[in-house]
């Protein structure tokens, strides 16, 4: 569940500060005697110095040691979080470092946690992102349906040294790490979220709060509407179900001067049982969780609200569930796209495509000039790439080289597919244009390849996050459940782009 975590600045030596927590980061490449003191003053230096020498192993990466006899700092207690190697030190390992040290501190009841900035060679205020980023990411819990939760809430992170700027660039550049931080927790709620409360009427209310908090232009198209617009391949996907779809989009008009448009899509599908080509029951439940590209954009919208980039946004996020009944798609049937291209349907368990199809096919007629879609697609792609590296498939170079340099920049770990043309053998039809489901071979890249027949000549990003979107255990600034995987890239894709523009 989201919380407001306070962000603050102390321009003293660590073992100054009053706090509950002090973290403090060590290399396994020790500094000498000088350095220390220059870094926490002599008396924490001195204890520091002996706690390297008497367990040399606290240094070790992401070893953590509690020291609690801290009368003579303001802090009540210690813990010190290994960072090892020093040329391994990167930004996402600070972030994931830093929220391994904040799991700590929070199980310490802590309500004020202070951290000295560890960076090594990386400039200061990119660690500072790094380490606020991990700290609220790694403390994010979701107990909102618990009648007895029992929270161990942080309220204040203070980033601790004696020579931190002051200045309002500074300030802001913290602020705005927050943002991003909240808005990737704020995904992760939405997509924790059951699908009895997180239907499509929720996610458009959600999606109309968004828009109203930022005077966003919003459009909802139900049921009636998307006949109009002839969106019969999402419609197929809905008939299953008794829930309404809708087909939400928000734009948002950062630099009025350009004619560049970038749709962000994510898929949205609130529950997916498969439909007719039933999912086995064994965690189907999991499947409430087919929403998060949706989640995603609604959360990266949230932030480029609060961020204002130079940047024109167009969202779009289609939502139905998928259900078996009496009026549910069947394999076998052939219905027909917006674009006017006839699909076949091989199985309904491949539906995510199906509205993928008409959404990019809306974003074209909307006025997107390059696209990028995010979805939970194909299981192919958790046995290709585990639940570390979501895949890519692109149409355009330039436009994949933007997206991946972001994802590095944010440390969301993203991996270029072939998309090549000799794919599309295996998603044509003997009986319409192309049918929805290429089999079990490159079925990754041919769920790729079936979107790609729809984005024309515009550059086209599509992102499949199915095995990256949820995890199973802790890990690094990853908690159980939802992890809001694309929030951090598309809002980096989205500052790039207004840094261009400047």
Same mark, same amino acid.
């Given at each position: 569940?989201?919380?407001?975590?306070? +962000?603050?600045?102390?321009?003293?030596?660590?073992?100054?500060?009053?706090?509950?927590?002090?973290?403090?980061?060590?290399?396994?490449?020790?500094?000498?005697?000088?350095?220390?003191?220059?870094?926490? /003053? *002599?008396?924490?230096?001195?204890?520091?110095?002996?706690?390297?020498? &008497?367990?040399?192993?606290? %240094?070790? !990466?992401?070893?953590?040691?509690?020291?609690?006899?801290?009368?003579?700092?303001?802090?009540?207690?210690?813990?010190?979080?290994?960072?090892?190697?020093?040329?391994?030190?990167?930004?996402?390992?600070?972030?994931?470092?830093?929220?391994?040290?904040?799991?700590?501190?929070?199980?310490?009841?802590?309500?004020?946690?202070?951290?000295?900035?560890?960076?090594?060679?990386?400039?200061?205020?990119?660690?500072?992102?790094?380490?606020?980023?991990?700290?609220?990411?790694?403390?994010?819990?979701?107990?909102?349906?618990?009648?007895?939760?029992?929270?161990?809430?942080?309220?204040?992170?203070?980033?601790?040294?004696?020579? $931190?700027?002051?200045?309002?660039?500074?300030?802001?550049?913290?602020?705005?790490?927050?943002?991003?931080? &909240?808005?990737?927790?704020?995904?992760?709620?939405?997509?924790?979220?059951?699908?009895?409360?997180?239907?499509?009427?929720?996610?458009?209310?959600?999606?109309?709060?968004?828009?109203?908090?930022?005077?966003?232009?919003?459009?909802?198209?139900?049921? /009636?509407?998307?006949?109009?617009?002839?969106?019969?391949?999402? !419609?197929?996907?809905?008939?299953?179900?008794?829930?309404?779809?809708?087909?939400?989009?928000?734009?948002? +008009?950062?630099?009025?001067?350009? *004619?560049?448009?970038?749709?962000?899509?994510?898929?949205? +599908?609130?529950?997916?049982?498969?439909?007719?080509?039933?999912?086995?029951?064994?965690?189907?439940?999991?499947?409430?969780?087919?929403?998060?590209?949706?989640?995603?954009?609604?959360?990266?919208?949230?932030?480029?609200?609060?961020?204002?980039?130079?940047?024109?946004?167009?969202?779009?996020?289609?939502?139905?569930?998928?259900?078996?009944?009496?009026?549910?798609?069947?394999?076998?049937?052939?219905?027909?796209?917006?674009?006017?291209?006839?699909?076949?349907?091989?199985?309904?368990?491949?539906?995510?495509?199906?509205?993928?199809?008409?959404?990019?096919?809306?974003?074209?007629?909307?006025?997107?000039?390059?696209?990028?879609? $995010?979805?939970?697609?194909?299981?192919? %792609?958790?046995?290709?790439?585990?639940?570390?590296?979501?895949?890519? +498939?692109?149409?355009?170079? /330039?436009?994949?080289?933007?997206? !991946?340099?972001?994802?590095?920049?944010?440390?969301?770990?993203?991996?270029?597919?072939?998309?090549?043309?000799?794919?599309?053998?295996?998603?044509?039809?003997?009986?319409?244009?192309?049918?929805?489901?290429?089999?079990?071979?490159?079925?990754?890249?041919?769920?790729?390849?079936?979107?790609?027949?729809?984005?024309?000549?515009?550059?086209?990003?599509?992102? &499949?996050?199915?095995?990256?979107? &949820?995890?199973?255990?802790?890990?690094?600034?990853?908690?159980?459940?939802?992890?809001?995987? /694309?929030?951090?890239? $598309?809002?980096?894709?989205?500052?790039?782009?207004?840094?261009?523009?400047?």
């Amino acid at each position: 569940m989201v919380r407001s975590l306070q +962000i603050a600045c102390a321009n003293v030596l660590p073992g100054e500060v009053f706090c509950d927590t002090l973290i403090i980061g060590l290399l396994d490449e020790t500094l000498n005697s000088v350095e220390m003191a220059r870094a926490y /003053g *002599n008396p924490l230096a001195t204890l520091l110095s002996l706690m390297v020498r &008497d367990q040399p192993e606290c %240094c070790q !990466l992401a070893e953590t040691t509690i020291i609690h006899n801290t009368a003579d700092y303001g802090s009540k207690r210690i813990v010190i979080i290994g960072l090892g190697k020093k040329d391994k030190l990167t930004l996402d390992k600070i972030r994931e470092l830093s929220a391994i040290a904040i799991r700590v501190a929070k199980k310490l009841k802590s309500r004020t946690v202070a951290t000295a900035i560890y960076r090594n060679h990386h400039n200061l205020s990119d660690a500072a992102i790094s380490i606020i980023q991990g700290a609220i990411l790694g403390s994010y819990e979701f107990n909102n349906y618990k009648t007895d939760a029992k929270s161990n809430i942080i309220e204040k992170i203070i980033l601790v040294g004696p020579d $931190l700027p002051s200045d309002q660039e500074w300030l802001l550049t913290l602020n705005n790490a927050k943002v991003i931080a &909240d808005s990737v927790n704020f995904a992760r709620d939405l997509t924790n979220h059951p699908s009895c409360y997180m239907n499509p009427s929720q996610m458009a209310s959600i999606a109309q709060d968004i828009a109203s908090q930022f005077g966003f232009e919003i459009n909802v198209l139900d049921k /009636g509407d998307m006949e109009k617009h002839k969106m019969y391949a999402m !419609l197929a996907v809905a008939q299953g179900s008794t829930t309404p779809p809708k087909m939400i989009t928000l734009k948002y +008009i950062g630099n009025q001067q350009s *004619n560049d448009l970038i749709a962000f899509v994510g898929k949205g +599908i609130t529950f997916d049982s498969g439909g007719i080509s039933l999912k086995p029951s064994e965690k189907m439940g999991d499947m409430k969780g087919d929403m998060a590209g949706g989640a995603a954009v609604l959360a990266a919208m949230q932030a480029i609200g609060h961020l204002k980039p130079k940047v024109n946004i167009l969202a779009i996020i289609p939502c139905t569930e998928n259900m078996p009944s009496g009026h549910a798609f069947k394999p076998g049937d052939v219905i027909c796209s917006m674009s006017g291209k006839t699909i076949e349907i091989i199985s309904t368990d491949a539906e995510g495509r199906l509205l993928l199809a008409d959404a990019v096919t809306y974003a074209r007629k909307l006025g997107a000039t390059r696209i990028i879609d $995010l979805a939970t697609l194909t299981g192919a %792609c958790v046995v290709a790439l585990g639940n570390i590296t979501s895949g890519l +498939i692109s149409n355009n170079d /330039g436009w994949s080289k933007e997206i !991946l340099r972001a994802s590095k920049q944010t440390g969301e770990k993203m991996w270029l597919l072939p998309s090549y043309d000799d794919y599309l053998n295996q998603i044509k039809s003997d009986i319409a244009d192309l049918k929805n489901s290429g089999g079990r071979m490159a079925g990754t890249i041919t769920a790729g390849v079936f979107i790609k027949q729809f984005v024309g000549d515009l550059p086209w990003v599509h992102i &499949d996050i199915a095995g990256t979107s &949820d995890i199973d255990k802790v890990s690094g600034y990853n908690v159980k459940g939802a992890t809001g995987v /694309g929030v951090r890239t $598309l809002v980096q894709i989205a500052q790039n782009l207004s840094t261009n523009a400047c």
